[in-house]
């Protein structure tokens, strides 16, 4: 059950930072590696996008 939950909010994350890379202003580029970097290494991916990402 709490794997499940954990699992829940990861893929929550990683949507929230998929659609926040979208409507970043960086370039389709940029825009395109991050998100791949953020699906490649999930748990990872995210914490180096939460400080490093492009940002709105």
Known sequence: ???G???L???VLAIWA???IIGSSASTG???LWTLF???FPL???IVWF??????
């Open 38 to 40: 953020v699906l490649v």
């Open 30 to 32: 940029k825009k395109v």
């Open 9 to 11: 909010i990861h893929l």
């Open 18 to 20: 998929i659609l926040s």
């Open 5 to 7: 939950l954990l699992g």
């Open 44 to 46: 990872i991916g995210l």
């Open 1 to 3: 059950m709490f794997e």
């Open 51 to 56: 400080f490093i990402g492009p940002k709105s």
